[in-house]
């Protein structure tokens, strides 16, 4: 047998490449779901998923969010809330307290930017992963989540945000063209 091909066999078999010993547990931050739920099976599962596990996240990021969140919200039955409207609306900017206040009877949030206002003195993955807990909670994220961190606006600017993520489910729009696809991909980041 060519000598590479065995070691990448042993390899693949959990061994190592000489004295078939255990190679070390290699943990990937985060796996993709590739399971062949059809719509909207997969949607009751991610809410039962988050409904298991009291804080995890649930973030919608990417192009198309805002859509595959009215489509995730009609098929559970959760209406969408729109953060920065609700917030806006308040006759003066609300404390921390507040906010999660407004904010704990939705189960769908979309429009967060709102979240990453200094004057509002709120940490985003905080409030929401603490919203997470009372009961599941799915949120569009404005900004971008790659390498295990979430990010928001830029270096430098007053509303950068930039923290390492644990523990969430991240949903990826993706394009669909029957009514029993998925309308997103999903991540888990451990």
């Known amino acids: 047998m060519n000598p590479s091909l065995s070691m990448a066999r042993e390899s693949a078999e959990g061994r190592g490449p000489t004295l078939g010993l255990p190679s070390p547990l290699v943990v990937q931050p985060f796996s993709v779901d590739t399971s062949a739920k059809r719509w909207p099976d997969a949607a009751e599962a991610l809410r039962a998923e988050l409904a298991d596990r009291?804080?995890?996240?649930?973030?919608?990021c990417g192009a198309g969010a805002d859509r595959a969140a009215e489509i995730l919200g009609a098929a559970i039955g959760w209406t969408p809330l729109h953060v920065g409207r609700v917030?806006?609306?308040?006759?003066?900017?609300?404390?921390?307290?507040?906010?999660?206040?407004?904010?704990?009877?939705?189960?769908l949030l979309l429009h967060c930017e709102i979240l990453f206002d200094p004057e509002l003195a709120t940490d985003p993955l905080q409030l929401l992963r603490a919203l997470a807990r009372r009961s599941p909670r799915v949120a569009v994220w404005p900004g971008r989540i790659e390498?295990?961190?979430?990010?928001?606006?830029?270096?430098?600017?007053?509303?950068h945000y930039d923290r390492p993520l644990s523990d969430a489910v991240v949903l990826r729009p993706r394009p669909f063209r029957f009514p029993d696809e998925v309308p997103y991909t999903l991540e888990r980041i451990l």
């Open 87 to 107: 917030l806006t609306a308040m006759d003066a900017p609300p404390n921390p307290e507040a906010v999660r206040e407004v904010l704990s009877n939705a189960n």
């Open 147 to 159: 390498g295990g961190r979430a990010t928001y606006s830029s270096p430098g600017r007053r509303d």
């Open 54 to 60: 009291p804080g995890r996240l649930a973030l919608l």
